[in-house]
């Protein structure tokens, strides 16, 4: 009997990990991200299922930092990774490398990459939109010749606005064909150069669904197109780039039909109103020239009539007019006499004497003045000679007194101090001046 081959758990967990890791290197999983868990550690742990298995995942902190997606919960995602066995527990897990949006999640983000391109080139600026005309008289209806949304458009169409003649240019409206079909029609609608309006629509559906409208080639030829545009597409959550560049966007193919015409019951009521209004104000007017005319007709006054009131007021102005000249006469009158008054005060003879008498007058009163001038300043005089005569030094001079200076500064000596034996000195008497030489000095008790 052959020994038997006993593996520890460590040597089966090793074994085990190396036959996975070699199957499977690294591959792609899609699935749905749950259970996810984020420890402090910077790593994240979450579960990868479907509908009917589930497999640990794991992502590194340095991976989750590469990477710029962060897994949610509930998120559908497209993982590749390395598939691998934790030995500890024996465990079946997988290593992150990669995590990108799967189905419906992908789609967006390319439409989203996409619809920032285009808006950054401008196409859904509102400086390019065509005004819609307000009675279109031919419409174009690019959609799918079957289904709901065509026999919507046709019915609500019809029932709004019936004067319009319909041009239906079917198209597919789904599938890998469509959007280049959907460029043609537009291009055809053009090239008619009947064409009004274009209403381009389709009924609801997913995402995939609704992919044409989001095509690139699609944006650009309805941003180029020459005739308006109208998007209805899909229902009022549904939303595609046709719908950005469109000139309006309406949420269903209904409200397409109904934003891209006058409705005629509507139309037929404001007729009604204008065609009451009109008629007012034709009776306004006639009522009003009719008023006018008789007016007038009770103005009217016969010529003899009338003859007589100008005759009337012709007398009237001629009366008026004599008084007014007897007046005028009358006020000229006066004002001559006055005037004649006034010269007579002003004659020169007159102002002449009166002139001389001021002249006497004034002459008279200057002599006054003079005189009485001429006594007042003689005893001036009088007063001012006789205090000089008080105070002259050679009045002093004759009752025996005498100046003593020097001879040289001619200054005046007072004090025996200021003179010294054998000094000059010049004395100044009443009727002569001696040059004299000092003999001695003696001073006096002034006491």
Known sequence: MPPKNIYTVSRLAFEARGAIEKQFSLIWIEGEISNLSRPASGHLYFTLKDKQSQVRCALFRNRRQQLGVEPENGKQVLIRARVTLYEGRSEFQILVEQIEPAGDGLLLMQLEALKTKLRAEGLFDDGHKLPLPRFPRRIALITSPVGAAVRDLLITLERRYPLARITLLPSEVQGVAAADRLCQRLQQAQQLGTIDLIILSRGGGSIEDLQPFNDEQLVRTIHACTVP???????????????????????????????????????????????????????????????????????????????????????????????LQQNLVSSCTNRL?????????????????????????????????????????????????AALTVLNPLATLARGYAVVRDPDTQQVLTRGEQIRPDDSIEVQMNDANLNCRVESVESMDPS
């Not at 397409?256 to 034709?282: F, G, K, M, V, Y």
């Not at 005319?293 to 016969?302: G, P, T, W």
């Open 229 to 323: 545009v109208v998007a209805g597409i899909g229902h009022e959550s549904d939303w595609t780039l046709a719908d950005l560049v469109a000139d309006l966007r309406a949420a269903t193919p209904t409200a397409a039909a109904e934003l891209s015409t006058p409705n005629q019951a509507e139309l037929i009521t404001q007729h009604h109103q204008l065609q009451r209004r009109l008629a007012d104000a034709l009776n306004r007017h006639i009522t009003n020239r009719q008023q006018r005319l008789d007016h007038r007709r009770q103005r009217l006054i016969h010529p003899e009539e009338r003859l007589n009131q100008f005759r009337q007021r012709l007398t009237h102005q001629w009366q008026l007019m004599k008084q």
């Open 337 to 385: 006499h006055r005037a004649e008054t006034s010269l007579l005060h002003m004659a020169p003879s007159l102002r002449i004497t009166h002139s001389r008498e001021r002249v006497n007058l004034l002459n008279k009163l200057m002599n006054q003045h003079i005189a009485t001038g001429v006594t007042h300043r003689q005893q001036q005089v009088g007063r001012a000679a």
